[in-house]
């Protein structure tokens, strides 16, 4: 059978990726209510831990292959080794990557923010002239702080949003190299149902992406939501591209296992910022619901036979 032909496939990227932009108009809420906060923020969570089970059975899935080839000696320990390599690494390297840049901009940010002293009039350098308060229009010298570039200047909310970004870009990726090689393989009806289920994981992925921004007394331009998308769902398009062009299992687990130590370091944040609002029922629940919107959009996909 035919594959289909290029721009129908990029056709399919574009729609699957461009539906997450559907949530991030959450992300503008203007000072929503602590309750409603943390329940934005657990129904992210909910979805993202949908996420992290539905990437790691995909990536396992070429590892449990090659497990039951040797069980039934059609194969040996290479493919077992080389796949559980890849899991293995591409999760621990997701996850403990992110920890060690979080801390990173962490230091950074409270290095930026100690007071810097200065010479000269209001200083205190040991002449008594400098120690005269500063004139008119001038400020202590504790009240001097470096400016902090980048993202560790950034506020804690800002920073998990892009964290978000990055973990779901990764698994949309592993998603586009689904829906590539369907369509490559001329399976034009199992792609477009996987169109269409990704499609609607994406518009619920968008939420997750900004649910942390709810948070924040400054509201996210425009401009920066869709910074946000184009990290979370642009990759959806390029991995259909690259999909369409060649099929490789192993490429697609360490993106997906990259997107699922990621997502997991995520995940372990927004529970510990939720368990300090100190209302445990509307965690509890905004979990329950995020994980039966990750289900039932899986469903979808499940009854087209994908």
Avoid: C
Wanted: glycine share 16%; aromatic share 6%; net charge positive.
């Amino acid at each position: 059978m035919r594959g289909v032909d290029e721009s129908r496939t990029l056709l399919l990227g574009a729609i699957a990726g461009a539906t997450i932009l559907l949530g991030l108009p959450l992300g503008r809420l203007r000072a929503p209510r602590p309750a409603l906060r943390l329940w934005l923020s657990s129904l992210a969570t909910g979805i993202l831990v949908f996420l992290i089970w539905d990437v790691f059975t995909a990536a396992y899935a070429p590892l449990d292959g090659a497990l039951s080839k040797l069980h039934s000696g059609a194969g040996g320990m290479g493919p077992v080794l080389g796949y559980g390599a890849l899991f293995l690494g591409g999760t621990g390297i997701g996850l403990l990557s992110l920890a060690h840049q979080e801390n990173l901009m962490a230091r950074l940010a409270a290095r930026g923010a100690r007071p810097v002293p200065v010479s000269g009039p209001g200083s205190d350098s040991g002449d008594p002239a400098s120690r005269r308060s500063p004139g008119p229009g001038a400020v202590a010298a504790d009240e001097l702080v470096p400016a902090v570039r980048g993202m560790a200047g950034w506020s804690p909310a800002r920073r998990l949003s892009f964290l978000i970004a990055v973990g779901i870009g990764l698994h949309n990726f592993g998603e586009g190299l689904a829906i590539g090689e369907s369509a490559a393989a001329g399976a034009i009806g199992l792609a477009t149902v996987l169109v269409i289920g990704f499609a609607l994981h994406n518009a619920t992925e968008g939420f997750g992406i900004v649910a942390p921004l709810a948070a924040e007394r400054e509201r996210p331009s425009w401009g920066q939501l869709l910074v946000l998308a184009a990290i979370g769902g642009g990759p959806t398009f390029i991995g259909t591209i690259v999909g369409h062009a060649v099929t490789n299992r192993a490429m697609a687990v360490v993106f997906l296992t990259l997107a699922a130590g990621s997502i997991l370091y995520v995940v372990v944040q927004l529970i510990r910022v939720g368990t300090k609002a100190g209302r445990p029922s509307i965690l509890y629940w905004g979990i329950f619901a995020g994980l039966v919107a990750g289900f039932v959009t899986d469903m979808v996909v499940s009854a087209g036979g994908a």
